[in-house]
Nanobody, 125 residues
Framework: QVQLVESGGGLVQAGGSLRLSCTASGRTFSNCVCAWFRQALGKEREFVAAIGRNGGTSYADSVKGRFTISRDNAENTLHLQMNSLNARDTAVYYC???????????????????WGRGTQVTVSS
């Protein structure tokens, strides 16, 4: 059974940075199509960033140039480096993994079948 656990969230001032991490048990990140999503209070969950098997990445327009998704194969960890944070980035952030037989990046949450419980990011203005 795959378990994903996010960490690294917290309270940060606008303009600051945070680095989120997601660790996995029962699944390796080295060959995954993995992603970060977020859900703000009262809003639907939305795509943030994804990374493919060959290291290709995709970002939501709202985070391009500010966020970077990466993975550490040795630590079996997925990261999301978030810079220049603003109040609109306040949300619960989730990591997610596609089934192993899929190789294409995806921005739709229905494409991902394993999810963590999320970590809260709050940006004060």
């Amino acid at each position: 059974q795959v378990q994903l656990v996010e960490s690294g969230g917290g309270l940060v001032q606008a303009g600051g940075s945070l680095r989120l991490s997601c660790t996995a048990s029962g699944r390796t990140f080295s060959n995954c199509v993995c992603a970060w999503f977020r859900q703000a209070l009262g809003k639907e969950r939305e795509f943030v960033a994804a990374i493919g098997r060959n290291g290709g990445t995709s970002y939501a327009d709202s985070v391009k140039g500010r966020f970077t998704i990466s993975r550490d194969n040795a630590e079996n960890t997925l990261h999301l480096q978030m810079n220049s944070l603003n109040a609109r980035d306040t949300a619960v952030y989730y990591c997610a993994v596609r089934p192993t037989f899929y190789s294409a990046l995806a921005t739709d949450e229905s494409a991902y079948n394993n999810w963590g419980r999320g970590t809260q990011v709050t940006v004060s203005s």
